[in-house]
């Protein structure tokens, strides 16, 4: 029914910055709320950021994250866009591109992208 396509992330030293955008396709709700989580291996996927498409001023963040990773959207596109600055190993992930009526840290009833490799070298 919705189609998530992830672009961007990417290879990157520690301090660094990257980029990763996702749009959707199909119809949504104007309550949609779009989001990022992210999965290392042998790592259950957490939660790192989500935004309300038809409130932009409603953003959430992890802890991890915050203050480093910065979430927009455009309601009119249907598209998202996560900048990740000062950028540690830790981050090192697969990310995954979020989608739903759920609250915006559980996985269980998303729509989701195919997912992004972010790799950070200390």
């Known amino acids: 029914q919705v189609q998530l396509v992830q672009s961007g992330g990417g290879l990157v030293q520690a301090g660094g910055s990257l980029t990763l955008s996702c749009a959707a396709s199909?119809?949504?709700?104007?309550?949609?709320?779009m989001g990022w989580f992210r999965q290392a291996p042998g790592k259950e996927r957490e939660f790192v950021a989500a935004?309300?498409?038809?409130?932009?001023?409603?953003?959430y963040y992890a802890d991890s994250v915050k203050g480093r990773f910065t979430i927009a959207g455009d309601f009119a596109n249907k598209t998202i866009v996560l900048q990740m600055n000062s950028l540690e190993p830790d981050d090192t992930a697969v990310y995954f591109c979020?989608?739903?009526?759920?609250?915006?840290?559980?996985?269980?009833?998303?729509?989701w992208g195919q997912g992004t490799q972010v790799t950070v070298s200390s």
């Open positions: 199909g119809r949504i709700g104007t309550t949609y709320c």
């Open positions: 979020s989608g739903g009526y759920t609250r915006y840290t559980l996985p269980e009833g998303k729509d």
């Open positions: 935004i309300r498409l038809d409130i932009p001023s409603a953003q």
